[in-house]
């Protein structure tokens, strides 16, 4: 017998059947293994000792590691075939240490998609545990413990926030920057003239062919005053241009493209990703319907584009055949495996929608026809310009019409277009209009960002990873540090207060520049031209002493009044942060030590997944905060984390706000 061991359940149905009855396919749910929380500052790491980990079986999942260790023994071949990036890589490791696996008795298989094919073929070309990559993602999950925990007991010490991060701080940051360029920003009053020729509209651009800026009303009536009813075209301009078909999905611009469309959170959008990709029963086969989810390439397998050419040809003409696209080449780019794609351009959305959910039916749909559309021919526009002249003054129309849509054939219904046709028109032509209009306007300093500009910014700048994105997201708003208005990140004064200490004490680490080349550092380590020890030690022993420092000098928000008094001495009573949350207490403590006793205040948190009733924060009768049901006792729903209202997409339980991120209250999922 040879065993497979795969992360997700939902995987082990559709791969089992593609390997046969010699194969016994079971899932590890995840990670088996983390970092202890014991030691030196309870970080689970030797930093005396080369930075030594201390790793430990996960909570919970000691009987899952005996199962996996009996099914290894009893087995000829072990095959490792978790996820294909740098966190499978360590799973497999893990996986490797804890069952006590020779070198003799495993091997490691990766594949990008689930379906019969890829699968068969990885296990034709097996390979050993890449241990560089291994490096990496135990240097990334070190560095992250290190930061998350020293500057969260830190700002948990001084602040009223609960945690601190090495790609979390840094995207806070940028938030709290443009809310401040916003703040700073002063109007600038401009402008506009129009003229209405009923079929279209001109707008005043220049005047003695000079740029015209009009910066006031006055300026505007001069402007009117001189010009007359009479205009003359003077010149009509038609070329035809070429709009450009778009990229293949990777894990940010899919995650921006559902946000936009649908107004899905990442979270949601890799959720549904995460089914997609592990198989869904559609009735002939268990299949992954697209390739894996996390990815920051636009690179394309030569099979899938020449199966999508023969498509394209056939369903819609030679001339809709375009040609592989060229992404830009970042030195941030993984290039890891492929981009996000549909495994079959068989499978249309509306063959197999029966099988799917409506959220799932939508998300594959938006990666079924950007698969196409990204080796379709580009679109074709006939753009028009016209020149009319009054008194030296130059108005500007321009229009265009879609000479032939080309991507567009499968990708309109995700792209928007603002085509408008002007009229036939010549040289020389007199035009007559009486209908001329002045608008003041001022300009407008950059926009808040959404979760979508927020997640393309930090792609641009390289901070964080495919991995990271959505957790970086979900961890902004359930720490309370920014609130969503209107789609819109607005930090609030908890987390532009974290920014600010962060910056008085740590504004050589937490800034874009420096995260960046972490990032940089970590992909030299996967790629072996750097060692991790190094970078490790290097980091510590700048970051450790900034640290320590802090923890003396930095000051402690003194607390918030309520303009009560103490009933017992008279004090001014303060708000404190305990353990429980907030509470009214006296500021004489600990020589006064009264506190007011909490009303009963029911704080809705999420809608229970069972009964759809509103989950609440409630109290025990020893104080501590768990988030129950309000259906109880009709519906037992309880949480000790904070539930986030969005399922686990292993076992669709409540996700969990934890210590170390989102993770799921049932199962072992945590995401990454």
């Known amino acids: 017998m040879k065993l497979v061991i795969v992360e997700s359940p939902a995987k082990t149905h559709s791969i089992g059947n593609y390997l046969g009855k010699d194969f016994k396919v079971v899932s590890s749910k995840g990670h088996i293994r983390d970092l202890a929380t014991t030691g030196k500052f309870g970080l689970g790491i030797d930093v005396d000792n080369n930075f030594e980990p201390n790793y430990k079986i996960k909570a919970g999942r000691n009987k899952d590691v005996t199962a996996l260790k009996k099914d290894a023994k009893e087995a000829d071949l072990v095959y490792l075939a978790t996820d294909p990036d740098r966190e499978g890589e360590a799973i497999s490791y893990h996986l490797y240490e804890a069952l006590g696996l020779t070198d003799k008795k495993y091997e490691r298989v990766v594949f990008n998609e689930i379906t019969k094919n890829a699968v068969l073929e990885a296990f034709e070309h097996p390979r050993k545990i890449d241990y560089d990559l291994v490096k990496s993602q135990e240097t990334r999950r070190m560095l992250d413990r290190i930061i998350g925990f020293r500057l969260s007991r830190l700002m948990q010490s001084k602040t009223e926030g609960k945690s601190a991060g090495r790609v979390q701080s840094v995207a806070l940051k940028l938030v709290v920057d443009r809310e401040r360029e916003i703040e700073a920003f002063i109007p600038e009053e401009y402008w506009e003239i129009t003229a209405d ?166 998300v594959y749909s938006i990666i079924y026809a950007r698969s196409l559309a990204c080796l379709m021919a580009d679109s074709k526009i006939l753009s028009t310009t016209i020149l009319l002249d009054n008194n030296n003054y130059e108005f500007k129309a321009t229009g265009s019409i879609e000479t032939f849509d080309g991507f567009l054939k499968v990708y309109r219904p995700y792209y928007s277009t603002s085509d408008e046709e002007l009229p036939n028109i010549s040289e020389g032509d007199i035009l007559k209009t009486d209908k001329v209009d002045s608008e003041q306007k001022f300009t407008k ?228």
């Not at 962060?502 to 080349?517: A, M, R, W």
Request: aromatic fraction near 10%; hydrophobic fraction near 25%.
């Open 197 to 362: 020729f009923d079929s279209f509209i001109a707008s005043l651009e220049k005047y003695n062919n000079q740029k015209l800026e009009l910066h006031n009303e006055e300026e505007v009536n001069n402007v009117l005053s001189s010009l007359g009813k009479e205009y003359k075209v003077t010149s009509v301009e038609k070329k035809e241009k070429a709009r450009k078909g778009v990229m293949p999905f990777t894990t940010s611009t899919l995650q921006q493209a559902l946000i936009n469309k649908y107004s899905y959170s990442s979270t949601k959008t890799m959720q549904i990703a995460q089914k997609l990709y592990e198989g869904i029963d559609i009735g002939s086969e268990t299949v992954g319907l697209i390739t894996y989810m996390r990815t920051d390439s636009t690179r394309l397998s030569p099979v899938f584009i020449n199966e999508a050419f023969d498509y394209i040809e056939k369903e819609y003409g030679k001339e809709y055949v375009g040609a592989v696209k060229k992404g830009k080449k970042t030195e941030n780019v993984q290039d890891a495996h492929e981009a996000i794609r549909c495994t079959s351009v068989m499978r249309t959305p509306e063959s197999i929608k029966k099988y799917l959910s409506d959220d799932e039916y939508k």
């Open 445 to 672: 300093p950059k926009p808040r960002y959404t979760e979508a500009t927020l997640i393309q910014e930090m792609e641009e700048l390289g901070i964080g990873r495919p991995s990271t994105y959505a957790s970086t997201m979900q961890l902004l708003k359930t720490r309370g540090y920014v609130r969503v208005i209107e789609k819109k990140f607005h930090p609030t004064e908890i987390g532009i207060n974290i920014t600010d200490k962060l910056q008085q004490g740590f504004s050589d680490i937490i800034n874009v520049d420096y995260t960046k080349e972490m990032e940089d550092d970590l992909d030299n380590i996967a790629d072996n031209k750097m060692d991790n020890i190094k970078v490790l030690r290097d980091f510590y022993n700048t970051f450790e002493p900034l640290v320590e420092k802090n923890f003396k000098e930095m000051e402690k928000d003194a607390p918030e009044e309520t303009g009560e008094t103490c009933p017992e001495c008279g004090s001014p009573m303060v708000i404190r942060h305990g353990k429980y949350g907030k509470f009214e207490a006296c500021s004489n403590y600990p020589e006064c030590k009264y506190i007011k006793k909490e009303e009963k205040e029911t704080v809705e948190v999420c809608t229970c997944l069972k009964c759809g009733k509103p989950i609440v924060e409630r109290k025990t009768r020893r104080g501590k905060v768990f988030y129950g049901c309000s259906n109880y006792p009709k519906c037992k729903e309880a949480f000790w984390d904070k539930p986030t209202g969005d399922e686990c997409p292993e076992c669709h339980a409540m996700l969990v706000e934890g210590k170390d991120g989102i993770k799921c209250s049932s199962c072992e999922y945590t995401e990454q």
